[in-house]
């Protein structure tokens, strides 16, 4: 677990857009990590390039922290939203999960 | 006992059948017999009685160029349609303890980085089978204006297929399959190809997890075996409740691919990545062998490839969180 580096509160570990980053519990400060500003460029150019008829809101910090590690690849529900995977665990339960 | 023997499944890499409490396994007919052999005394080997299913003594080879086939007790599988009563945490210990025991005798390599090479193989050949405009002209030729209209499901620019391909790229030769596993991660027991199909009770119903199917299974990196859950929950398929359950569940085992506690992601980056790449490749096959689109667990694998290739591994495993 990190320790913010202004005012020395834990940091927790959240995953935004495929991008691991740390947020302090106290402060509320964001750090990154090496490579990590440069993939945020790089998805906010995809986005843009994108142009999705209707971008979904943007999502908030979340207050509690989620806890569990990502990849920073990760899918971008991971940043937390309890209840988010009520249905989910249903729906993801198929075929796949049983085959090579 | 006399019901007629049933067909649990029929692919290229095995058929297999039930006939009362035995099931036959016809392997494929390029099986390496040698690998073979040693994989299936593994199975029997008393060090790993209470993980792994015994075989069934098997009978001689009908013909030296028959296909091999294995003989196994008959054992209650994963129930598809229940997930909350999928056994993640059983699984977890089942690795863990597979992976801690010493391998008994020599045993060839792990083949989960061969799998993947296989599956990327196999979606190049669906993607050029369904693009390409004329008998004897290579894909890139058939740009040509006169090509009759393509398949519509995967084509050769498809983005889906150049994600998985960017992805493929992007991982270490190691995992690709072209050179052996690096000392520091392998020379561990694996299973080689988890997933819930891998499970059974035994005895049925109600005797303890078992892990089958050795086809696959060999010496190599351990994190490999995690690395289709650790795909699924990076994708979003699997929910993060089961994910922690399985993870806590190998650690508290004591397993060896990743550390006692932190962050696991530095161990199961690769892995997870060609698990995903492997997944969405074979997926794109199929859907264009099948003429159709990706359904939504695909879907999410496919976009799991985006993201791993616009983030590659050296900036992905940076320094620790």
Not at chain 1, 30 to 46: A, N, P, V, W
Not at chain 2, 134 to 145: E, I, M, N, R, T
Not at chain 2, 215 to 240: H, I
Not at chain 2, 304 to 315: D, N, Q, V, Y
Request: one cysteine or more.
């Amino acid at each position: 677990m990190m320790q913010c580096p202004k005012c020395h509160a834990q940091m927790n570990t959240y995953n935004r857009n495929g991008v691991q980053i740390e947020q302090c519990n106290g402060c509320r400060g964001i750090f990154l990590d090496y490579g990590e500003l440069e993939s945020l460029t790089r998805l906010e150019s995809q986005w843009a390039q994108q142009a999705p008829p209707a971008p979904p809101a943007p999502q908030a910090y979340p207050a509690a922290p989620p806890a569990a590690h990502a990849p920073a690849w990760g899918a971008p529900q991971h940043g937390g939203h309890g209840g988010h995977y009520g249905h989910h665990r249903q729906k993801g339960f198929g075929r796949m999960l049983f085959s090579s | 006992m006399c019901e007629p023997p049933q067909v649990l499944a029929d692919r290229p890499d095995g058929t297999v059948v039930r006939s009362g409490t035995i099931v036959a396994k016809a392997h494929a007919a390029d099986t390496d017999r040698e690998a073979l052999a040693a994989r299936i005394a593994l199975a029997a080997a008393p060090q790993l009685a209470g993980i792994l299913l015994p075989p069934l003594p098997a009978p001689a080879p009908a013909a030296p160029t028959a296909r091999p086939v294995t003989l196994w007790p008959l054992g209650a599988p994963v129930d598809p349609t229940d997930p909350g009563a999928a056994p993640w945490a059983e699984a977890a210990d089942l690795l863990a303890r597979l992976h801690r025991t010493k391998p008994p005798f020599p045993l060839p390599p792990m083949r989960g980085p061969a799998k993947a090479a296989r599956a990327v193989a196999r979606m190049r050949a669906a993607l050029r089978a369904g693009t390409t405009a004329l008998p004897g002209v290579p894909a890139a030729l058939s740009d040509d204006v006169t090509a009759p209209p393509r398949v519509p499901a995967v084509e050769p620019r498809d983005p889906a297929a150049l994600s998985v391909l960017a992805g493929w790229r992007a991982l270490p030769p190691w995992a690709r399959g072209e050179v052996p596993v690096p000392a520091q991660r392998g020379g561990f027991l694996c299973h080689g190809d988890l997933h819930l199909g891998q499970l059974v009770r035994h005895p049925a119903p109600d005797g303890p997890w078992l892990l089958i199917d050795m086809d696959d299974a060999g010496v190599g990196d351990p994190a490999w075996d995690l690395g289709r859950p650790a795909a699924w929950y990076a994708a979003g398929l699997l929910a993060p409740e089961d994910w922690s359950v399985f993870l806590d569940a190998y650690r508290s085992a004591g397993g060896p691919a990743v550390p006692a506690d932190g962050d696991p992601w530095p161990a199961l980056d690769v892995p997870a990545r060609a698990l995903t790449v492997q997944t969405a490749a074979v997926a794109l096959a199929k859907c264009a062998a099948e003429q159709r689109d990706p359904d939504e667990h695909e879907q999410l694998m496919i976009e799991s490839c985006a993201r791993i290739a616009t983030l590659p591994p050296e900036l992905a495993t940076g320094p620790a969180s």
